[in-house]
Structures are given as structure tokens and as C-alpha cells.
């Protein structure tokens, strides 16, 4: 890949004037140099490097943020390896530091000071929520497809340049980096979400099967607070999920997308367990309907929306507009397709979910996914996808979501050779366990980094899963967690 970041970057010196940031590549003499006062960021060498500054090691630099105190510069302090993604380390951000320009808070009076203080921690809250992911040597904001379909005027920009904005998480601190091309190497694209990486065998064939959630930064927020989309044509809670397998040099891939009902609604929280959604009567919702289908078709193509909510009760008008939204925009590239998961599934009649995969199997075919040999010749591509949604376009939709993507699989590892003729995934207990435990812990962070909870009872869950008895193996077995399901509200 051409473009290239440092593997691991060092700050290496911090002096009253000025931090000095080194990449600790071999033979590289780049310093970035960061004014504290005037805020200037550029580049100068090694031997500029006062020798009284003080030295530590970082990971990353995710940006600058100003606040009421002045300017602060954020790092990565720690970091844990996730796995490799066609030989490139993908990392986890496990800790961060957020480090002042200034050298005295003197400056402040008591309530300036007590301000920034509550700006810090709001940032620190931010920083500790799980899921920040990166890579120094590889685009993880960008699908095999996507990247598969670049020019070579693309693989040659910075990681920084080309990245996908919907999810880079720390694009907003990396603003002055961004206006900066010398200075992108140093620069650390941010995902957030879950990725989950693992080397199977089936049938003595081994190979690696990774599951990415991308969120969306745009028109983020948390459940309750942040529902439909904004003016633009964001939605809520909007995550884009790719189900990879590399086997002997073949890469094939599954992309589906979930998103809160992409129109004007509201459910503020109050007193109730379950506050009454509310469709905004004040504004157009056609214009940010329109916007928001208008970008997921020239990312995605065709659109197959499987909206899963109630059929009853205080869902229904939500129900009932997106469906009628969906067939005055009167586009042939949107189809629309309701299924009232609780009610189909109550008095746990799993077996219904079948109905579903039924009505949806020949588009999915239609769809099919994407698929490229050995010699990086183009076999397939997926033509369209699914975009699923439920309330939170959490529990639910997290379920469907792994249906669909255990059919696309089994398609995949047939077609690549590591299953036999009349062989099912069902059936290959070993890789099952993983499959399972995969989408489960997607469900949770997923869950937690829009509900702020994630399922309850994971260990028990787990280990009934293994067996698939009873409601706690199948909520597992679908990949979602037990103790947000019994809420039977999302």
C-alpha cells in the first residue's frame, strides 16, 4: 500500500515552548513540532530537539481541541493489538492523555476554570467509551469493495486524505493536521465501533473471518436523545457492518447497514419505562428522507430497508410514515419490506424468522456480495444492501443483520471451496462458537455505545449458548444479548 503512516509515533520531548513529536521509524528524521504558544505546527529534525525536554512514548495523535483554557493536544497512551487485516496491524486505543498548551491555569478566573474543568471530563467521558480503532498501514474506514474501486491516484494519498469522514471519529481534531499535507503521516484516523478477527478451520481448510461495525460520527448522540436524522440526511445510531473472509488469497465481503427511521421524530425521555416517540409536524420530511436514501444509494446502491418495529401501538405511526415516505419518493432503487419482529416471535416462535429470510432471499441473491480472486481480479460485487432498523436499530436489527450474513457465508465458503456440497455452517461446531460469540459481543458494543448498556448476564449467556438451549442459547445463537431482549422495547 503506498501510503503510509508511522507505526508507532513518540512524543518525544516536551519542553515549556513546545512539544516535539518523532516517529520512531528507522531512519526517519521527521520531527513535528508544536509551538505551545502561537499553536504553529511544523516540521523540523531530530537535532533541533532541545536535549533537557522531557520524553514519553505515545501511540497516536488524535488532534487538537480548543478550550476555555487554550489549546490541548490529544495522544494515544495505550494501545492493544486487535489482529492483522491482510498482514496490517489493526489496533485498539485503549488510553488516551489530553495534554495543555499552556504551562499555568493562572490565566482563569475560578468559574473559567471550573468550566474547562467540566469541558475535560465531557471529553475524558468520550475517550473512555470502548471501541477506538486504528491502523497506521491500513484504511479501515472503507469497505474491500470500496478500496478495490479506487484509482491509483487514491492508494497514493495519506491514510488522513482518503479516509471516509462518516467514520473518522476524530476528523473535527484533526482539522488543522487535515489543511496540512506534510504533516498527515503524523496524523491518526480514528474508527469507532467493533471489529472482531479470527483464524478458522473448516474442513482442515483454514482461513480468517473478521466482523467491522463502522459508526457513523455524523448525527451522533446516544438512544433517547438522538433519533431519525438531521437536515443533511444523518441518521441516528447510523452503523455500516462488513462480514470479511480471506481464504488463499481471496477476499470476499458482505456489507449491511442499520440506521434509525430516517425522517424527523423524537423520543425524549421522561417518567415513562418507554417515552412515546413523536413525529415533528413543523418541518419537510421528504427533503431530508430524499438526502439521505440520494447518498446511501451512490455509496451502497440499490436499498433494501427491513423495518422491524412494532406493528402496534406507539410504533406504528413510525411504521406507517416510513412506509409511506418510501413509496412517495417513488425511487426503483428503495424497496421497503415490514416485519413486526415481536409479534412474529412471540411466545418465542424463533422459527418465524425464517418468513423473513424467505421474502428476503431472492434480493439478497440479487445483491450478492463482493468477491475478488487470488490474482486481485474482480469476481463479484455486491449491487446493493440492506438497511435494517429497528427502534435503537440495536437488538433486533442486530439479529436479522446475522441472519443475513450467515447466508451471505455459507454462499461465500462454498463458492471459495472450504465447504462441501451440502454442508451448512450450522453444522461446523467449532467455527458456530465463534460466529455466535462474534455478533454477540458486536450486539453489546454496539449497544453500549448507544444505550450506554450492554447485555446483561454475558457469561451465563455464553456458555448456555454453546449448547443453544432454551431463550438463552438463541438469543445468542442470533447474536443478541438476553438482557436487553427480555426488555422486549427495542
Known amino acids: 500500500m503506498a501510503c503510509e503512516t508511522f507505526e508507532v509515533t513518540k512524543l518525544k520531548h516536551i519542553t515549556p515552548e513546545k512539544f516535539y513529536v518523532e516517529a520512531c521509524d528507522d531512519g526517519a528524521d521527521d520531527v513535528l513540532a508544536i509551538d505551545r504558544v502561537s499553536t504553529e505546527v511544523t516540521l523540523t529534525v531530530k537535532k533541533d530537539v532541545p536535549p533537557s525536554a522531557v520524553t514519553r512514548p505515545i501511540y497516536g495523535i488524535l488532534g487538537t481541541i480548543r478550550l476555555v483554557a487554550g489549546t490541548y493536544l490529544i495522544v494515544i497512551t495505550k494501545k492493544k493489538k486487535v489482529g492483522e487485516i491482510f498482514s496490517h496491524a489493526i489496533w485498539k486505543a485503549t488510553d488516551f492523555d489530553i495534554l495543555s498548551y499552556k504551562k499555568t491555569m493562572l490565566h482563569l478566573t475560578d468559574i473559567q476554570l471550573q468550566d474547562n474543568k467540566v469541558f475535560l471530563s465531557m471529553i475524558s467521558h468520550v475517550l473512555s467509551v470502548d471501541g477506538f480503532y486504528f491502523s497506521t498501514t491500513y484504511d479501515l474506514t472503507h469497505t474491500l469493495q470500496r478500496l478495490a474501486n479506487t484509482s491509483p491516484e487514491f492508494q497514493e494519498m495519506s491514510l488522513l486524505e482518503r479516509a471516509d469522514p462518516r467514520f473518522v471519529w476524530n476528523g473535527h481534531l484533526l482539522r488543522e493536521f487535515a489543511a496540512q ?8 484516523p480514528v474508527m469507532h465501533g467493533f471489529i472482531s478477527m479470527h483464524s478458522c478451520s473448516i474442513n482442515g481448510k483454514c482461513f480468517d473471518w ?3 461495525s463502522r459508526r457513523s460520527c455524523f448525527r451522533a448522540g446516544v438512544r433517547y436523545y438522538v433519533r431519525g436524522i438531521d437536515s443533511e440526511g444523518h441518521a441516528a445510531n447510523f452503523v455500516e457492518t462488513e462480514q470479511i473472509v480471506h481464504y488463499k488469497g481471496s477476499k470476499a465481503s458482505f456489507v449491511q447497514t442499520r440506521g434509525s427511521i430516517p425522517f424527523f421524530w423524537s423520543q425524549r425521555p421522561n417518567l415513562k419505562y418507554k417515552p412515546k416517540p413523536q413525529i415533528s409536524k413543523s418541518v419537510n420530511h421528504m ?3 430524499q438526502r439521505h436514501f440520494d447518498s446511501q444509494i451512490i455509496s451502497y446502491g440499490k436499498q433494501m430497508i427491513v423495518n422491524l418495529v412494532n406493528q402496534k401501538g406507539s410504533e406504528l405511526p413510525l411504521e406507517q410514515t416510513f412506509a409511506k415516505m418510501v413509496n412517495s419518493m417513488a425511487n426503483g432503487m428503495v424497496r421497503y419490506i415490514a416485519f413486526d419482529f415481536h409479534k412474529e416471535c412471540s411466545r418465542m416462535r424463533w422459527d418465524r424468522l425464517q418468513i423473513l429470510m424467505d421474502q428476503l432471499a431472492e434480493q439478497q441473491d440479487e445483491f ?3 468477491l475478488v480472486d487470488s490474482d486481485g481480479k474482480i469476481v463479484t460485487q455486491q449491487e446493493g444492501i440492506f438497511r435494517s432498523n429497528c427502534m435503537d436499530c440495536l437488538d433486533r436489527t442486530n439479529v436479522i443483520q446475522s441472519l443475513l450474513a450467515r447466508r451471505s457465508l455459507q454462499a461465500q465458503l462454498q463458492r471459495l471451496g472450504v465447504l462441501h456440497v451440502g454442508q451448512r455452517i450450522e453444522e461446523q461446531a467449532d467455527f458456530e462458537k465463534i460466529y455466535k460469540n462474534a455478533w ?4 453489546n458494543a454496539c449497544a453500549k455505545q448507544y444505550a450506554g448498556t450492554g ?3 454475558t457469561d451465563y449467556t455464553r456458555q448456555v449458548c454453546l449448547s443453544c438451549k432454551g ?3 438463541f438469543c ?3 447474536g443478541l444479548p438476553l438482557g436487553r431482549r427480555l426488555q422486549k422495547d427495542h
Open 455 to 457: 447485555a446483561l448476564k
Open 440 to 443: 454477540a459481543d458486536n450486539a
Open 471 to 473: 431463550l438463552l442459547g
Open 210 to 212: 473478521l466482523l467491522v
Open 476 to 478: 445468542v445463537h442470533l
Open 368 to 370: 450478492s456480495y463482493f
Open 287 to 289: 427533503d431530508g428522507f
Open 181 to 188: 499535507p506534510e504533516i498527515h503521516r503524523f496524523a491518526t
